[in-house]
């Protein structure tokens, strides 16, 4: 295919600049870059750092910010200098700490507990409080609105999806896949493993409200056993 | 009101019913069609809450019906597919409809009309806009616009998140705005409607992951030819040819995408996404097609050969 190849920071890296390890910017059509993090953990920082930039009017206009797994899409970006610039960016790693905090009431209590209790090697109960004394944050959003990507749990607790989807899950639906909790904002077809239910998940996504998005981007997150 | 977005929710049914605009001017869907939404021009600014950008596919059809029927280019109008639709207006002595995008028949009570120019619509008449003749998708622009509550700063209906006005039906009733319908549309000597194309040519940038695919793949995409499948919806343009062949396996952590990407799922087929295309997703993005040369995209029918060649 003849296309022009990346605009900047491809490839190997050469020594003695100050890009952040791991970083790539992806030309993402005309005008949109996907800026690619080493990690999770990096493409929060990066996230966390282009809003800051954003908000105190250093970065010059870009129509979207969205974050990913692993990268930021930067969607609109009316300077092409920016791929070059984005690169030189001293990126702090994100505090612990940062950012707004949620408590969810949930029960635990999913079709699903006992196998994750089984892949996990423990009991039901003990997978409730694993759970819930865990502190998430919501990495990205996507798949519905209001859909948050959860991150949190040690590693070795990921689960696969199911191998067959659920044709409906209902809204409300506390659900584990890979590295991810998530809590379906609505009912859909879905293919995590349900182990338990937020008894107002009304709450969840409301476009009246300002944010729309209970779990957006960035938000900590902490469920609570409810009753 | 409850407005979100459930599961077989009909929240939003009749879009407002009439105590939206506040004027009384409606319109009633005597037959709705296959697949007729309210559009505007979208709403923006909500990707990475996961929120469509949904919106009129073919914008400038949007824009022009607008203006032909006196209304602002990003007033909401009626989308129709492949079917038209027919609406009766109320509440006025007449009304001014425009329909435009796909080359259809238009009718006011049996009584042939003019396609692409202001229709006035005595309020008790019948407008039917037939089914397409050339193109896929119809604009009815109405004088004063359809004013269905906005949902994070738009009219539009999402079809994937199911945000905004639900799909119309027969016997809904859409309220709307404007001055009561004093204002007469407006007239021109020429307007430009592309129309539908006999060959679709994408221009096509690259994408974030062309790197995944062999250089006999990404030949293939830029030389075979393609056709509209018919699985084809407002959510991508899915496309039938040669299956692109991946130079790595694997699966790829969920990013964010934009209008226009081009991307492969596991059967190699590219599928263009259109409007309604999700925030985020998991496939290779293999190139980009520029967003203004998706409203050709929006126009083609099934079958129509698809070439897309470097940008």
């Known amino acids: 295919m003849r296309m022009r190849r990346e605009p900047a920071g491809s490839g190997g890296r050469t020594g003695g600049d100050t890009r952040p390890a791991g970083l790539r910017v992806l030309p993402a059509g005309p005008d949109a870059l996907l800026v690619e993090c080493g990690s999770g953990e990096a493409a929060e920082a990066f996230h966390a750092e282009l809003l800051r930039r954003r908000a ?46 949620v408590e969810i009431p949930v029960v635990y209590d999913g079709p699903d507990l006992a196998e994750v209790a089984g892949a996990w090697g423990v009991d039901t109960a003990e997978v409730a409080r694993i759970h819930s004394g865990t502190e998430f944050r919501v990495a990205f959003c996507g798949f519905a609105p209001g859909f948050g990507y959860l991150t949190g749990l040690p590693g070795h607790l990921g689960v696969p999806r199911r191998a067959t989807p659920r044709t409906r899950v209902p809204a ?14 609505r009912a859909s077809p879905g293919g995590w493993q349900i182990v338990g239910h937020m008894p107002e998940p009304d709450t969840l996504w409301d476009p009246e409200r300002e944010p729309a998005a209970l779990l957006g981007p960035g938000v900590r997150v902490r469920f609570v056993e409810a009753g | 009101m409850n407005r979100r977005a459930g599961e077989g929710e009909v929240a939003g049914r009749a879009a407002g019913g009439g105590g939206v605009g ?29 929120v469509p950008r949904a919106g009129a596919l073919d914008g400038p059809a949007r824009i022009l019906a607008n203006r032909l029927a006196g209304n602002p280019p990003d007033a909401a109008v009626l989308e129709t597919t492949l079917t038209g639709c027919a609406v009766r207006p109320a509440g006025a002595p007449y009304t001014v409809v425009v329909v435009g995008g796909a080359v259809c028949r238009v009718t006011v009570d049996g009584r042939p009309a003019a396609w692409g120019a202001p229709v006035r619509v005595p309020e008790g008449s019948v407008l039917e806009a037939g089914p397409a003749l050339r193109g896929l998708r119809g ?12 949902v994070l700063g738009s009219r539009s209906a999402d079809l994937l998140s199911g945000l905004g006005p639900p799909v119309l039906r027969d016997g809904d009733v859409l309220p709307l705005g404007g001055d009561g319908g004093g204002r007469g549309g407006c007239p021109a000597d020429a307007v430009p409607w592309p129309g539908a194309p006999a060959e679709l040519v994408l221009p096509l940038w690259p994408g974030p992951r062309h790197a995944w695919f062999t250089p006999a793949a990404l030949h293939t995409l830029t030389t075979a030819v393609y056709r509209v499948s018919a699985q084809s919806n407002r959510i991508g343009l899915r ?29 190699g087929r ?3 996404f259109l409007n ?13 097609v520029a967003a203004s040369a998706l409203p050709a995209a929006a126009q083609a029918v099934p079958g129509t050969p698809v070439r897309f060649v470097a940008a």
């Open chain 2, 270 to 272: 590219p599928v263009v």
């Open chain 2, 239 to 267: 496309t039938e040819g040669p299956p692109l062949e991946r130079s790595r396996s694997g699966e790829l952590p969920s990013e964010g995408m934009v209008l226009g990407a081009v991307q492969v799922p596991p059967d």
């Open chain 1, 172 to 185: 409300g639906a506390l659900a584990l896949a890979g590295p991810y909790t998530g809590v379906y904002p």
């Open chain 2, 139 to 150: 604009y009815l622009a109405f004088g004063g616009g359809l004013v269905s509550e906005r």
């Open chain 1, 56 to 101: 105190e009017g250093e970065l010059p206009a870009v129509g979207e910010i969205v974050p990913g797994a692993r990268t930021v899409l930067l969607d609109g970006v009316g300077d092409r200098t920016l791929a070059r610039r984005l690169l030189t960016w001293a990126v702090p790693p994100l505090p612990r700490g940062a950012g707004t905090a």
């Open chain 2, 276 to 288: 309604d295309h999700p925030t985020t997703g998991g496939y290779p993005v293999v190139g980009v």
């Open chain 2, 22 to 50: 506040g004027t009384g001017r409606r319109i009633e869907v005597v037959r709705a069609g296959a697949l007729t939404t309210v559009q505007d021009a979208g709403r923006r600014g909500w990707a990475h809450l996961g």
